[in-house]
T-cell receptor, first 115, second 115 residues
Framework: QQQVKQSPQSLIVQKGGISIINCAYE??????FPWYQQFPGKGPALLIA?????SEKKEGRFTISFNKSAKQFSLHIMDSQPGDSATYFC??????????????FGTGTLLAVQP | EPEVTQTPSHQVTQMGQEVILRCVPI?????FYWYRQILGQKVEFLVS????????KSEIFDDQFSVERPDGSNFTLKIRSTKLEDSAMYFCASSGRTVYNSPLHFGNGTRLTVT
């Protein structure tokens, strides 16, 4: 119940295309869903996050779509650029048995944007 | 921009030895964390620390692990007797408020290799 399932494991997209990464969760107590971006040799960095009171959040070329009934959320990268090539992690947290600061991460998606 | 710094970047140790991984969180942050990432796998929560005490820990964080904030700037993770399966990238993170209200800022990690 604590897991966050992420797919695909890897993704190759042409420059200018749309990258889509999907995540699913089971625990209905999760109520905060961030996405982290990690470049080689670096720690993860927060990209964008959503709470379940909205179905979509957009920041620049990055959009999170959230489907509460399906317990799924996805990251869309519009006009993908070679500089977007990185590993993307979805994550979730919630008041499971009380307040928590623990992020549960997905398994990661290695995105390669080809020029 | 302030950042979380971790030392060393790479630590090689023999099985059974003690290691201390060091971190300097962002100076005005109040919440501190350790996560680890086994090569090619997801980022896993180890422990969170607030107000000079552990606020939450995972099942991975057993009696072999301890954390300390010995002064106003450092945050350390000690592994008392390392095992081969402790080989991973260890990330320190800090945040100004809870994960719901402020992003986690990760360091670049310490790669621990246990031989």
């Amino acid at each position: 119940q604590q897991q966050v399932k992420q797919s695909p494991q890897s993704l190759i997209v042409q420059k200018g295309g749309i990258s889509i990464i999907n995540c699913a969760y089971e625990n209905t107590a999760f109520d905060y869903f961030p996405w982290y971006q990690q470049f080689p040799g670096k720690g993860p960095a927060l990209l964008i996050a959503i709470r379940p009171d909205v179905s979509e959040k957009k920041e620049g070329r990055f959009t999170i779509s959230f489907n509460k009934s399906a317990k799924q959320f996805s990251l869309h990268i519009m006009d993908s650029q070679p500089g977007d090539s990185a590993t993307y992690f979805c994550a979730a947290t919630g008041t499971v048995g009380g307040a928590t600061n623990k992020l549960i991460f997905g398994t990661g998606t290695l995105l390669a944007v080809q020029p | 921009e302030p950042e979380v710094t971790q030392t060393p970047s790479h630590q090689v140790t023999q099985m059974g030895q003690e290691v201390i991984l060091r971190c300097v969180p962002i100076s005005n942050h109040l919440y501190f964390y350790w996560y680890r990432q086994i090569l090619g796998q997801k980022v896993e929560f180890l422990v969170s620390f607030y107000n000079n005490e552990i606020s939450e820990k995972s099942e991975i964080f057993d009696d072999q692990f301890s954390v300390e904030r010995p002064d106003g700037s450092n945050f350390t993770l000690k592994i008392r007797s390392t095992k081969l399966e402790d080989s991973a990238m260890y990330f320190c993170a800090s945040s100004g408020r809870t994960v719901y209200n402020s992003p986690l800022h990760f360091g670049n990690g310490t790669r621990l290799t246990v031989t």
